[in-house]
């Protein structure tokens, strides 16, 4: 059963950090990229960091670049997602994703989401 649990959600308030994480199972993880998405109540599903399969290449959107860090451990089949100076129109669940082509066809699947909340 292909797996993808997030982890490391919580209530902070403004400036504050917090590290999530996105645990792997069910398939080969170093050959997926990985990416974060987050959905706020109202709003449309966004993306927010991509990581490719080795790690070589990595995105984020223009709202999280210089306070977010995606990083991944192929050898813990993991992904992360470092937030710091975290403000309010950051609270979301944040989902975790894999992707990868394989023989010909996509593979794609999503976590389950961990909720952000960040307030004073």
């Known amino acids: 059963q292909v797996q993808l649990v997030e982890s490391g959600g919580g209530l902070v308030q403004p400036g504050e950090s917090l590290r999530l994480s996105c645990a792997a199972s069910?398939?080969?993880?170093?050959?997926?990229?990985m990416s974060w998405y987050r959905q706020a109540p109202g709003k449309e599903r966004e993306f927010v960091a991509g990581?490719?399969?080795?790690?070589?290449?990595?995105n984020y959107a223009a709202s999280v670049k210089g306070r977010f860090t995606i990083s991944r451990d192929n050898a813990k089949n993991t992904v992360y997602l470092q937030m710091n100076s975290l403000k309010p129109e950051d609270t979301a669940v944040y989902l975790c994703?894999?992707?990868?082509?394989?023989?010909?066809?996509?593979?794609?699947?999503w976590g389950q989401g961990t909720q952000v909340t960040v307030s004073s």
């Open positions: 994703y894999a992707r990868a082509r394989i023989a010909f066809r996509w593979y794609d699947y």
């Open positions: 069910g398939f080969t993880f170093s050959n997926y990229a």
């Open positions: 990581i490719s399969a080795a790690g070589a290449d990595i």
